[in-house]
C-alpha cells in the first residue's frame, strides 16, 4: 500500500506541474500580447473611402506604434493620427507635406511642396482634380495630410495641419482581406 500512494503522488505532483507549466505559458502569451498591442502594432480597420484605391473601406490594417518614437514621419508617408474635429476618431491620410515645407494646390489639381510638384503616383488612374488656389507653410510639428481619394476626402485643405502629437502610427501592411495582400 505504502508504494501506490507514493506513486499517487507523484501523478499528482506532475499533473499540477503540467497544468503550472500550461498557466504560465498562458499567462505570458496574454501579457505579450497585450503589450504587443498596446506599445507595438495596432490592429485598425480603416473608417472612409478617403485612402481608395491604396486602402479601402473596411480593410484590415496593421499600424506600426513605434515607427514614429525613433523617426520623423516623412512626406508620403501613410499615417493614422487621432482627428482634431472629430471626438475620438482615429483617421489615415497620407502626410503631403511636414514641419518648415511649404505647400501649394492649384485650380489644375498640382500639388506642389517647397516650390516642385509632387509625384502622386498613388492616386486612382484618370482622377481630373481642382483645388482652390491654396498656400500654406507648416509650422513646428506640423502635418499637411490628404487621402488619395482627393474628392472623398475630409483632410488638411478642409480642418488645416495636424499635430505631429497626435499621429500615433504609420500604416504598415492590409491583413485582411487577402485578396489585398
Known amino acids: 500500500m505504502p508504494q501506490t500512494e507514493k506513486t499517487d503522488g507523484s501523478k499528482t ?3 499540477v506541474r503540467e497544468i503550472q507549466g500550461y498557466a504560465i ?4 502569451a496574454v501579457i505579450v500580447a497585450v503589450l ?3 506599445f507595438i502594432i495596432e490592429p485598425f480597420i ?3 473611402p478617403s485612402m481608395e484605391p491604396t486602402l479601402i473601406v473596411d480593410d484590415k490594417v496593421i499600424i506600426n506604434k513605434l515607427a514614429y518614437k525613433f523617426t520623423d514621419v516623412k512626406r ?5 493620427f487621432h482627428s482634431n474635429t ?3 476618431k482615429e483617421l489615415v491620410k497620407r502626410a503631403i507635406a511636414v514641419e518648415g515645407d511649404t505647400v501649394m494646390l492649384t485650380s489644375e489639381g498640382e500639388v506642389f511642396v517647397n516650390g516642385e510638384k509632387a ?3 498613388y492616386l486612382p488612374v484618370g482622377m481630373t482634380l481642382s483645388y482652390l488656389n491654396q498656400e500654406l507653410t507648416l509650422g513646428k510639428n506640423e502635418i499637411f495630410v490628404m487621402g488619395d481619394n482627393r474628392k472623398n476626402s475630409f483632410d488638411s485643405r478642409y480642418f488645416g495641419t495636424i499635430p505631429e502629437d497626435d499621429v500615433f502610427g504609420k500604416f504598415l501592411i ?3 482581406p487577402p485578396s489585398r495582400w
Open 25 to 28: 505559458a498562458i499567462i505570458s
Open 13 to 15: 505532483k506532475k499533473v
Open 119 to 121: 509625384e502622386e503616383d
Open 174 to 176: 492590409i491583413y485582411w
Open 76 to 80: 508620403g508617408d501613410i499615417i493614422a
Open 36 to 38: 504587443t498591442r498596446v
Open 86 to 88: 472629430e471626438d475620438d
Open 46 to 48: 480603416v473608417p472612409t
